[in-house]
Every structure is written in structure tokens, then in C-alpha cells.
């Protein structure tokens, strides 16, 4: 079963860029995966970020860009601010309805 | 308002079965397609699976390590998506999302708040 990974955990100073990413187990990470990226608050529902490899949702700063680097998914984020100190987590679609998430990374802001 | 809000989860013994609900307003609920996702206490996000509207044969897609034991269903007439899980184990204790799926920009954009579900004798 292909697993989908990324950073346990990434520290940035506050002002900083910092790029996040998200693999294949096996293979490469395409456009065809449809990378989404979500951030999650400790004890609250996620919150969507980026899908279709780089499609801001709504509302969300141009702090936050996606991208394809190489053969994974990328998140960016540039000028860190404190409150973006929470959990990541990258989804891909694997095809036939099947969406598969990764183990989520950790951002520390300090 | 969007809103999704998912009921149901609570204390269940090893080997018991649960029946979540999420019921969904301020959208045309009968036209999406409706994913679940659940979290263990301090693990990541787990794809569970989803169902698919009317016009897409109420298609249903399930993790592959839970598959055979989940159920997705839906009631537009109440607007609400049902998981249904047996033989559940200590392993499926988490918090469960119900999510709606855009299928045109594939992207999960509106979640529910969660519904607990412990698995403990």
C-alpha cells in the first residue's frame, strides 16, 4: 500500500520561509494527485489551504503557495507568523475514489 | 451558513457496531459528494471514505484497511450522510469527520467539527 509522507515535524523563525512536502511511498507526486494541503489547529477541525497542486481556498493569505518541487508536493510559506504554528497535512488522490493522507508535519515558530 | 455537523459517537464495546450521522445545511447537499475522515488523539488524518451524489450512483469508495467493514449511505431528503462501522476494534477509537468533496476543484472544503468515537470494553 503506498504511503504518503512528510516531515514529522519543521522548525521557522518568525519572518522566515519554510517549505513543506509531501511523497510517495513509491513514485512520484504528479498534478494528477490533486495535492491538497490542510492545517489543522490542536482540538479543531482541519482548514482547507491549497488544492489542485496550487489553488489557494478562500480566504487564505498569499503566504501560502503550493507547487509541484521534483517528484513531491510542496507547501510554502513565506513571512511565518506565529499563528501558523500548527499541524500540515498533504492529501492525494491514488485514483478510483480512493484519497490517502499524509502523516501530517509539525511546524514550530520560534 | 455551510455547515456540517456529524452526532452518533460515543462508548462502544470491541466488536460492536456504530451508526455516525452528519447532518449538513446552507448548501444543495443532494448535489455533493460526502467523505469521511477520521483522527486518533494525537495521530494524523486518516482518509476513511465517501459516497457520491445521485447523478454519480451513490458510489461509495473505502479505505482498503477498512474496507468490509464500513457502510456510507446517505438520505437527501434529510440532508445528512450516514458511517456505518462493525466489528469495530480499540484501533478505530478517534474523532470522525464528515467532509464535503467539490468534485469538480477535488478539494475537501467544508468539515464538520467531529463526532468522538471510543472503542473500550
Known amino acids: 500500500q503506498t504511503v504518503v509522507t512528510q516531515e514529522p515535524s519543521f522548525s521557522v523563525s518568525p519572518g522566515g520561509t519554510i517549505t513543506l512536502t509531501c511523497g510517495l511511498s513509491s513514485g512520484s507526486v504528479s498534478i494528477s494527485h490533486y495535492p491538497n494541503w490542510y492545517q489543522q489547529t490542536p482540538g479543531q477541525a482541519p482548514r482547507t489551504l491549497i488544492y489542485?497542486?496550487?489553488t489557494r481556498s478562500s480566504g487564505v493569505p498569499d503566504r501560502f503557495s503550493g507547487s509541484i518541487l521534483g517528484k513531491k508536493a510542496a507547501l510554502t510559506i513565506t513571512g511565518a507568523q506565529a499563528d501558523d504554528e500548527c499541524d500540515y497535512y498533504c492529501?492525494?488522490?491514488?485514483?478510483?475514489?480512493?484519497?490517502?493522507f499524509g502523516g501530517g508535519t509539525k511546524l514550530t515558530v520560534l | 451558513e455551510v455547515q456540517l455537523v456529524e452526532s452518533g459517537g460515543g462508548l462502544v464495546q470491541p466488536g460492536g457496531s456504530l451508526k455516525l450521522s452528519c447532518a449538513a445545511s446552507g448548501f444543495t447537499f443532494s448535489g455533493s459528494a460526502m467523505h469521511w475522515v477520521r483522527q486518533a488523539s494525537g495521530k494524523g488524518l486518516e482518509w476513511v471514505g465517501r459516497?457520491?451524489?445521485?447523478?454519480?450512483?451513490?458510489?461509495?469508495a473505502f479505505a482498503a484497511s477498512l474496507k468490509g467493514r464500513l457502510t456510507i449511505s446517505r438520505d437527501d431528503s434529510k440532508n445528512t450522510a450516514y458511517l456505518q462501522m462493525d466489528s469495530l476494534k480499540t484501533d478505530d477509537t478517534a474523532v470522525y469527520y464528515c467532509a464535503r468533496f467539490d468534485e469538480t476543484l477535488r478539494v475537501f472544503d467544508v468539515w464538520g467539527l467531529g463526532t468522538r468515537v471510543t472503542v473500550s470494553s
Open positions: 459516497i457520491r451524489n445521485k447523478a454519480n450512483s451513490y458510489a461509495t
Open positions: 492529501a492525494l488522490y491514488m485514483g478510483s475514489g480512493i484519497w490517502v
Open positions: 489542485s497542486t496550487n
